[in-house]
């Protein structure tokens, strides 16, 4: 929150290679976190079975551990850059899209289409779920364009408001149905069940990662507001419309794949803005780095705490977020 | 004060439906050989309760096992719950039975309107049994988790005691009974078993002492694994954790389809590389349980008879 520099400064500029270099090292401890993580988990996988050509070894490792990983680094990526992107269109540093609707709206389309259609393909249920999502969000930010002042607190309450509205629509049609214990598992993320065919729909979110990474800078101008976006030649309906559709499908597709991942959209740009400040360009691909750790070390945690049974990422996350954001609150205002 | 005030209020309206109640068991009996007692005492999980009529005209039941018992000895039940019910019981979804509110929260409106004589509650709806004390005689026939089969037993018993159905209820169960002499005496060496309960893509783990756990506590399965669950919703488990423990028999409860998500039999989220490995997948033993009988009905009269039938099938 202190210089907010969309070109990059000469002062920025110089420390560029250094930046890069962060990156790097930054990137390796996330690359080292997933081997672990391949290497957790009840089957026996080690590395002189690979060597010694285990077939059995080979396929847990190829069936369900890279899968698994995989499936935690891009949700991890997405989620917490759908989060920072959530934040620069709503231009308030809390929200992120399970506190506003977007979230609720997906898991509301996945209900219709479960009750409706209850054998259609998860292809289907992710496109009705996005469906919904864009709606959600939509709405929410036409109601936040209607709001007299932007007031840091109101901002987050109207959204919480209107995610608590749907959550409770959704809940009242899973209760007639009988399916609140369905929507639970919807509600709380947990990797449990990826396995080879069951995560590959979650590639999509890495396009739209690499397309948030690439059009951040757009981010960064238009939540300046729309006068200052207008000036500087900038569309500002068409980047918040792509904004509103990066956060929707992001949110979407993780939730019909993993189910929803809580908490992670608002402590990861939080903790990376407090560590490297506003600048978007750098912010993405550090929130991506950050989100895929945390994702990571959440779910082995998860699977290691209660071996061999498992408690899902999401109640993990839950836990070690909170303590987490409240230790770098603190420091902060200590420092 | 205020409180003394309002436990004499309640004490009064108590009072005063017991009044009616006995009054309405007064005129049923009339009818009924004299010197035979109109009601009767039954020990129940939450005390004892000495006004339970003799072949109650009007019975309110929240649990399906009792319900299903009911069927079974042909017994009509005035208020059931609203719930999708399973085949065998779907003619309780007519609207001729009064809806008296969900499997877990009584309606009590709908309770007091029914005017019931005598009103059944059981694990779900254990805790409304205070209130629902103050409508009409109420008795908890939960049944005990440790003992299921003497638990299951007594209750039914009770329930013949009251619908004057001993000797129904005596013939029945030792049917059962002798099912399960003769699954517990093939399922020894029938090889181990494991029980998952399947819903939204996720996969939990059942062990002896768990819900679903007569297959080994009373048929005598061996267990695949010692799974420990607390409570009554098992344990996550992946995929790896089925391959490694390799159950000969899976014996598999697919919630989805016990609440009307899925309409196919064949399970998705099972068929897998991991799953087909084990002994169970490569022998046929994949047993699917029907799972509205084995979630939400339970013990039941004619269901019990079904689920161990079930078992006995799979280990013959």
Same mark, same amino acid.
């Given at each position: 929150?202190?210089t907010?520099?969309v070109?990059?400064?000469?002062?920025?500029?110089?420390n560029?290679?250094g930046?890069?270099?962060?990156l790097?090292?930054? %990137?390796?401890v996330?690359?080292?976190?997933?081997?672990?993580?391949?290497f957790?988990?009840?089957?026996d996988v080690?590395?002189?079975?690979?060597?010694?050509n285990?077939?059995?070894?080979?396929?847990?490792?190829?069936?369900?551990?890279?899968?698994?990983?995989?499936?935690v680094?891009?949700?991890g990526?997405?989620?917490?850059?759908?989060?920072l992107?959530m934040?620069?269109?709503?231009?308030?540093?809390?929200?992120e899209?399970?506190?506003?609707?977007?979230?609720?709206s997906a898991?509301l389309g996945?209900?219709?289409?479960?009750v409706?259609a +209850?054998d259609?393909?998860i292809?289907?249920?992710m496109l =009705?779920a996005?469906?919904?999502?864009?709606l959600g969000?939509?709405?929410?930010?036409?109601?936040l364009?209607?709001?007299?002042?932007?007031?840091?607190?109101?901002?987050?309450l109207?959204?919480?408001?209107l995610g608590?509205?749907?959550?409770?629509?959704?809940?009242?049609?899973?209760?007639?149905?009988d399916?609140l214990?369905t929507?639970?598992?919807?509600?709380?993320?947990?990797?449990?069940?990826v396995l080879?065919?069951?995560?590959?729909?979650?590639?999509?979110?890495a396009?739209?990662?690499?397309?948030?990474?690439f059009a951040?800078?757009?981010?960064?101008?238009a939540?300046m507001?729309q006068?200052?976006?207008?000036?500087?030649g900038?569309?500002?309906?068409r980047?918040?419309r792509?904004?509103?559709?990066?956060?929707?499908l992001?949110?979407?597709?993780?939730?019909?794949?993993?189910?929803a991942v809580?908490f992670?959209?608002?402590?990861?740009?939080?903790?990376?803005?407090?560590?490297?400040?506003?600048n978007l360009r750098?912010?993405v691909?550090?929130?991506?780095?950050?989100g895929a750790a945390?994702?990571?070390?959440?779910?082995?945690?998860?699977?290691?705490i209660?071996?061999?049974y498992?408690?899902?990422?999401?109640m =993990?996350m839950s836990?070690?977020?909170a303590?987490?954001?409240?230790?770098l609150?603190?420091r902060?205002?200590?420092? | 004060m205020?409180?003394r005030?309002?436990?004499?209020?309640?004490a009064?309206?108590?009072?005063a439906?017991?009044?009616?109640?006995?009054?309405c068991?007064g005129?049923?009996t009339?009818?009924?050989?004299?010197?035979?007692a109109?009601?009767i005492t039954? @020990?129940h999980?939450?005390?004892?309760t000495?006004?339970? +009529?003799?072949n109650?005209?009007?019975v =309110?039941?929240?649990?399906l096992?009792?319900l299903?018992?009911?069927?079974a000895?042909?017994?009509e039940?005035t208020g059931?719950?609203?719930?999708?019910?399973?085949?065998a019981?779907?003619?309780?979804?007519?609207?001729?039975?009064?809806?008296v509110g969900?499997?877990k929260e009584?309606?009590f409106e709908?309770?007091?309107s029914?005017a019931?004589?005598?009103?059944?509650?059981?694990g779900?709806?254990?805790?409304a049994?205070e209130?629902?004390?103050k409508?009409?005689?109420t008795i908890?026939?939960?049944?005990?988790?440790?003992?299921?089969? @003497?638990s299951?037993?007594?209750?039914t018993?009770k329930?013949?005691?009251?619908f004057?159905?001993?000797?129904?209820?005596a013939?029945?169960l030792?049917?059962?009974?002798?099912t399960? %002499?003769?699954?517990?005496a093939?399922?020894?060496?029938?090889?181990?078993?494991?029980?998952?309960?399947?819903?939204?893509?996720?996969?939990?783990a059942?062990?002896?002492?768990?819900r679903?756990?007569i297959?080994?506590?009373?048929?005598g399965v061996?267990?695949?694994?010692d799974?420990?669950s @607390?409570?009554?919703?098992g344990?996550?488990?992946s995929?790896?954790?089925?391959?490694?423990?390799?159950?000969?028999?899976?014996?598999?409860?697919?919630?989805?389809?016990?609440?009307?998500?899925?309409?196919s039999?064949?399970?998705?989220?099972?068929d897998?590389?991991?799953?087909?490995s084990t002994?169970?997948a490569k022998?046929?033993k994949?047993?699917?349980?029907?799972?509205?009988?084995?979630?939400?009905?339970?013990?039941?009269?004619?269901n019990?008879?079904?689920?161990?039938?079930?078992?006995?099938?799979?280990v013959?």
């Amino acid at each position: 929150m202190t210089t907010t520099a969309v070109r990059p400064t000469a002062a920025a500029s110089r420390n560029r290679t250094g930046e890069t270099a962060r990156l790097v090292a930054a %990137a390796a401890v996330v690359v080292v976190i997933a081997v672990g993580s391949i290497f957790v988990g009840v089957s026996d996988v080690s590395l002189p079975a690979l060597v010694a050509n285990d077939a059995g070894a080979w396929e847990i490792f190829w069936v369900s551990r890279v899968p698994r990983t995989v499936a935690v680094v891009l949700a991890g990526m997405a989620v917490a850059v759908a989060g920072l992107i959530m934040q620069l269109m709503a231009r308030n540093r809390f929200v992120e899209p399970s506190t506003v609707g977007t979230v609720e709206s997906a898991t509301l389309g996945i209900l219709v289409v479960t009750v409706l259609a +209850p054998d259609s393909p998860i292809l289907t249920k992710m496109l =009705v779920a996005s469906v919904f999502a864009v709606l959600g969000t939509a709405l929410f930010l036409a109601i936040l364009r209607r709001l007299p002042a932007r007031n840091t607190l109101l901002i987050p309450l109207v959204g919480i408001m209107l995610g608590g509205i749907i959550a409770a629509v959704t809940t009242f049609f899973a209760y007639r149905f009988d399916l609140l214990q369905t929507l639970s598992n919807w509600m709380i993320g947990d990797f449990s069940g990826v396995l080879r065919g069951r995560y590959e729909l979650l590639w999509i979110v890495a396009v739209l990662v690499l397309v948030g990474l690439f059009a951040a800078d757009r981010f960064t101008v238009a939540g300046m507001g729309q006068d200052f976006t207008t000036n500087l030649g900038l569309n500002y309906a068409r980047t918040m419309r792509l904004g509103l559709m990066i956060v929707s499908l992001i949110s979407a597709v993780v939730v019909t794949t993993v189910g929803a991942v809580p908490f992670l959209g608002l402590v990861v740009p939080n903790i990376v803005s407090l560590l490297f400040g506003d600048n978007l360009r750098r912010a993405v691909p550090w929130t991506a780095l950050f989100g895929a750790a945390f994702v990571l070390l959440c779910d082995i945690i998860g699977r290691t705490i209660r071996f061999p049974y498992e408690v899902p990422v999401g109640m =993990v996350m839950s836990v070690l977020g909170a303590i987490l954001f409240l230790f770098l609150l603190l420091r902060k205002r200590n420092a | 004060m205020k409180k003394r005030l309002s436990s004499y209020i309640g004490a009064l309206v108590a009072g005063a439906a017991l009044l009616t109640v006995t009054a309405c068991g007064g005129g049923a009996t009339a009818s009924s050989q004299p010197g035979e007692a109109s009601t009767i005492t039954i @020990e129940h999980a939450q005390g004892s309760t000495t006004n339970v +009529p003799v072949n109650p005209a009007k019975v =309110v039941t929240f649990d399906l096992g009792v319900l299903d018992t009911m069927n079974a000895l042909g017994v009509e039940p005035t208020g059931v719950p609203e719930a999708s019910y399973p085949e065998a019981l779907k003619k309780f979804s007519e609207a001729k039975y009064a809806k008296v509110g969900s499997l877990k929260e009584p309606d009590f409106e709908a309770v007091s309107s029914a005017a019931p004589d005598l009103i059944i509650v059981s694990g779900r709806t254990a805790g409304a049994y205070e209130e629902l004390s103050k409508i009409a005689p109420t008795i908890d026939l939960s049944v005990d988790a440790a003992k299921p089969m @003497e638990s299951f037993k007594a209750q039914t018993e009770k329930l013949g005691k009251i619908f004057k159905k001993e000797d129904e209820v005596a013939s029945k169960l030792a049917e059962v009974d002798k099912t399960v %002499a003769d699954t517990k005496a093939k399922a020894a060496s029938a090889g181990k078993g494991l029980i998952v309960l399947t819903s939204g893509g996720e996969v939990t783990a059942y062990g002896a002492g768990s819900r679903f756990g007569i297959i080994h506590d009373v048929l005598g399965v061996p267990t695949a694994a010692d799974v420990k669950s @607390e409570g009554s919703h098992g344990e996550a488990v992946s995929f790896e954790y089925i391959k490694e423990t390799n159950p000969d028999i899976l014996y598999v409860i697919n919630r989805d389809t016990a609440i009307g998500t899925a309409s196919s039999t064949a399970n998705p989220i099972l068929d897998n590389e991991l799953v087909k490995s084990t002994n169970a997948a490569k022998n046929n033993k994949i047993v699917n349980l029907d799972p509205a009988g084995w979630y939400i009905v339970g013990y039941g009269l004619n269901n019990v008879q079904a689920m161990v039938t079930a078992v006995a099938d799979s280990v013959a």
